[in-house]
Each structure stands twice: as C-alpha cells, then as structure tokens.
C-alpha cells in the first residue's frame, strides 16, 4: 500500500507542477514512512524506491526512518488536527462521507493545497518488482539477533559513489546472477546509516539494482493486488452488523448499504472502485541535465571517520549490551542519603570538639555535601546518561545525578 499512496502522491504534485511555467520536480526523493516491518520497512518497498531511482524518476532517493521514542514529526501535528475532527463528526457511514467531511472541516495551513481522496485499488509492485530483482537484503528489520537495523537507507547512482566516500570497488554484489554483468553508472547502489544523526554509513555500499534488470521490467504487467477473501464467517457478521443498523435507534441506512456491496464486491472478487491508472511511477523520465551529477550536500556523510565495515551479529550482540542501560542497585541509591544525615548527628554527639573548633565543625557539611552527591556517580556506568544524544531532548551528556542536582 505505501508504494500505491506514494505513486498517486507523485502523480498529483507532477500534476500541480506542471501547471507552473519553467517549474519542475526536485532530481532527488526522500521518505519518512512510518517505522513498522508490515508495509514500508521491507523488501517491496526498498524495490520500489530502487526502481523510482534506476528508471530515471529521481538521481538519488532516500528513506529515512525514525528511532523508536523519536517518531514524531510534523505531521504528528496534522494527524491530531484530523483526529479531533473526525471526533466531533456527528455520523459518517461510508468512505465517500467521510472524504468529504474531511474536506470541508480540515484547516488549511501555509497556503498549501489539501487533497483527500479515497484510495480506490491497491497495486501489485511485489509482483511487478520482487519477481524480476529476486533481492534479498538481510536486516532492514530488528531483530532479536540483530536488534540495531539501519535506520537510513540511501539509493545513489554508481556515478556518486566518490562523493559519498567510497570507490567503485567497494561495492559489494550479493546476487549471484548480477556478478557477470557490465558496471553502469546508473546502476543503484545501496548506502546505509545507522541512525539520522550519524555522520558516518556503518556498512560497505551493496549493488541494489542493476540498470539491465529494470530495462527488462515492464511497466504495463502492474496490476491491481487480488482481493483477500474476508471467509464465510467474516461475511455473515458484516451482514448482521448492515441489519442491525439499519433499524432505529441507528437508521444508518447510507452505511447499510455500503456493507451489503462491500460484502457483494468481496465475494465476486472486484474492487469496490475503478482507480486511474499510475503515470508517474511508471512512465515519467526527468530531464536530462546538462552539466556534472554531483550528490547534494545534504545527502554527504563522511565514509573515512570510521572503515565502512559489515556489521555481524555478534558484533551487534556486543554494541547493544554496551549501550544497555543498566539500573542501579538499591544500596548505592541509599547509602549517600544516610551518610549525609549521620553526619550532623555526630556533630551533635560531641558538643564539645564542636564548640573548641567552630570553623572546622562549619565546614563539615559543605564538605559532606559534595561528597554525597558525587558518591552515585561512581557507581553509576558511564554509559547510563540522561537525555538523549541523538535528538534536541534533554541535557546530552548530562548524568542523571547532575541533572538532579541542577534541577
């Protein structure tokens, strides 16, 4: 589905700039999808975001995922808008409602232009693409073996490889029948990051899609994703729930209907709509340049800061435990707490000695003090901070005791 939204997403904005003179469309594509495994961290989407790359869509393409705890971003902000309108909604029975609803109720923010659609099919790029590349890359997803996947995927032509760091030697080919074919510098050559923030990739640069391969590929065998059957059981439970509302106190007559064809549709195995067909993805070409292809200096990292190396997974196994906030034990929380209320207690014992030196006795708990506060530092790991080194939250590099302290 995420290669279906972000296809007829390119077919609107290649619309919408096609209506401004002398305009055209950014040479290089980044991606923020959401961070799960089901629909965009997997093998069909890297496939096609290498195709958008290889077939002259775009010189570079880049998908960027966030770490978890770290996930939001502007659009969490659209997201709550549409979520307190859907709430204030009085009913809405069917997609075409709520589509509309949405339209006329969504605010629109800095001068931009909203559209809401309902997504009428669902295409079959796993068929289209998966088949002929016959491409496996290891570890777009965490695993329990391999906890720490790359975060940042980074699609660059053959021809960039310099300004990434890294010669044409370095790239790795993984796939048996790609060995024997002719270097292209318009081949796509995988980079990967561990996070956003890292200025450096953490493995060699790995040969994702030949150019032969998608000369091969025909645009016109994309087909819309067969139906799943929803099963006897399912279907008789979506009738009962059409009857049940359609009778007071509900009246969702509109609704009723909706699911009765929808259940029809299911059971003939045909979409509920009739989509336009994809344009962009597969049929645009951008405009030839006419001077040296250069990687943006945003989209640079420096590969010499440390040897772009494969990660294995014992390796892996070692940097987590290293990175594995470890909690204290209880005594070393409590035992600067007693020191620091014993201590006047005993000055208490021996009014004398304290009368007889006054000036000592006044700085024993300046001195105690400090020596309380810095006791849990000590016992604490050094790798246990708090706050965050990889985004604008917290006090980096700040321990927790001394944020405490400064608190």
Same mark, same amino acid.
């Given at each position: ?6 296809s ?35 093998q ?32 969490d ?13 009085p ?14 109720t ?6 931009r ?8 099919v ?15 890359i290891?570890?777009?997803?965490a ?30 080919c993984c ?5 024997q ?54 279907i008789k ?5 059409a ?14 209907a ?5 259940c ?8 509920m ?35 772009a ?19 204290? *034990?209880?005594? $070393?929380v409590? %035992? &600067? #707490?007693? !020191?620091?209320?014993?201590?006047? +207690? /005993?000055?208490? @014992? ?7 030196? *006054?000036?000592? $006795?006044?700085? %024993? &708990? #300046?001195e !105690?003090?400090?020596?309380?506060? +810095? /006791?849990?530092? @000590?016992?604490?790991?050094?790798a ?9 939250y ?5 321990s ?8």
């Amino acid at each position: 589905m995420e290669a279906t939204v972000i296809s007829r997403m390119l077919d609107l904005v290649n619309d919408m700039v096609g209506e401004v003179d002398g305009a055209a469309l950014p040479r290089n594509l980044i991606v923020a999808p959401d961070n799960t495994p089901k629909e965009a961290k997997k093998q069909t989407f890297l496939s096609y975001m290498s195709y958008l790359r290889t077939s002259g869509k775009f010189d570079t393409c880049q998908v960027e995922f966030m770490e978890v705890g770290h996930t939001h971003n502007e659009q969490d902000q659209r997201f709550s808008v549409v979520a307190t309108a859907v709430s204030q909604a009085p009913v809405l029975e069917d997609p075409e409602e709520f589509r509309d609803y949405m339209r006329q109720t969504i605010p629109v923010v800095g001068g931009r232009k909203l559209i809401v659609e309902v997504l009428p099919v669902v295409y079959d790029f796993e068929k289209l693409l998966d088949e002929p590349l016959n491409v496996h890359i290891q570890g777009l997803t965490a695993t329990h073996n391999e906890p720490n996947a790359a975060q940042v995927w980074r699609l660059v032509p053959r021809s960039l490889l310099p300004d990434a760091g890294f010669s044409d030697d370095a790239v790795a080919c993984c796939h048996a029948d790609w060995k024997q074919l002719q270097p292209s510098p318009n081949d796509t050559i995988l980079l990967l990051k561990d996070a956003m923030h890292k200025s450096s990739f953490c493995q060699v640069p790995i040969l994702l899609c030949p150019v032969e391969v998608v000369d091969k590929i025909d645009p016109g065998e994309l087909k819309r994703a067969p139906m799943a059957p929803l099963g006897a059981s399912a279907i008789k439970n979506f009738r009962k729930t059409a009857e049940a509302i359609s009778k007071p106190p509900w009246s969702l007559l509109k609704g009723t209907a909706y699911l009765n064809m929808w259940c029809d549709k299911n059971l003939e195995g045909k979409p509920m709509f009739e989509g336009s067909p994809l344009e962009f993805a597969l049929h645009y070409v951008m405009k030839p340049i006419f001077a040296d292809l250069h990687l943006p200096l945003h989209l640079r990292d420096n590969a010499a800061d440390g040897e772009a190396r494969v990660v294995t997974a014992q390796e892996v196994g070692n940097i987590e435990r290293a990175r594995r906030t470890k909690k204290r *034990p209880a005594a $070393a929380v409590q %035992e &600067p #707490e007693e !020191a620091a209320v014993q201590e006047p +207690e /005993e000055a208490a @014992e021996e009014p004398e000695e304290a009368a007889e030196e *006054p000036e000592e $006795a006044a700085e %024993e &708990p #300046e001195e !105690a003090m400090p020596a309380a506060a +810095e /006791e849990p530092d @000590e016992a604490m790991p050094a790798a246990q901070q708090f706050g965050c080194g990889r985004c604008r939250y917290g006090k980096r590099g700040a321990s927790l005791d001394q944020y405490r302290l400064v608190r």
